[in-house]
C-alpha cells in the first residue's frame, strides 16, 4: 500500500466513525437532555407540593389556635352579655 492508499483508508475510517458517532452522540445528548428537564420539573413539583402543605398545615394551625380562642371567649358569661351592646354600636 502507498501513502496515498493509507490516506484514503484512514480518511474512509473516520468519515465511517464520524457518519456513525455523531447521529449517536446527537440522539444520547436529546435523550439525556430530555430526562434530565423532566426529573427537574418532577423536583420541583414535589417542592411546590410540600411547600403548599406545609403552608396548609400552617392555615389550619392558625385557625384551630383561634377558633379555640373564640370557644373559650364564647364560655366567659361577661361576653355573652357585652355581645348584645356591641351589637347595637355597630
Avoid at 500500500?1 to 474512509?12: D, K, Y
Avoid at 403548599?52 to 392558625?62: H, L, P, Q, S, T
Avoid at 380562642?69 to 361577661?78: G, I, S, T
Amino acid at each position: 500500500m502507498t501513502t496515498q492508499a493509507r490516506r484514503t483508508l484512514f480518511g474512509e475510517f473516520m468519515l465511517l466513525v464520524t457518519v456513525i458517532a455523531v447521529p449517536t452522540v446527537l440522539i444520547v445528548g436529546v435523550v439525556v437532555m430530555h430526562t434530565v428537564h423532566e426529573l427537574t420539573r418532577q423536583q420541583t413539583l414535589l417542592a411546590l407540593e410540600t411547600l403548599a402543605e406545609e403552608k396548609a398545615g400552617m392555615i389550619n394551625r392558625y385557625i384551630d389556635d383561634h377558633l379555640a380562642r373564640v370557644e373559650n371567649l364564647a364560655a366567659v358569661p361577661l361576653v355573652a352579655e357585652a355581645l348584645p351592646a356591641l351589637a347595637r354600636a355597630y
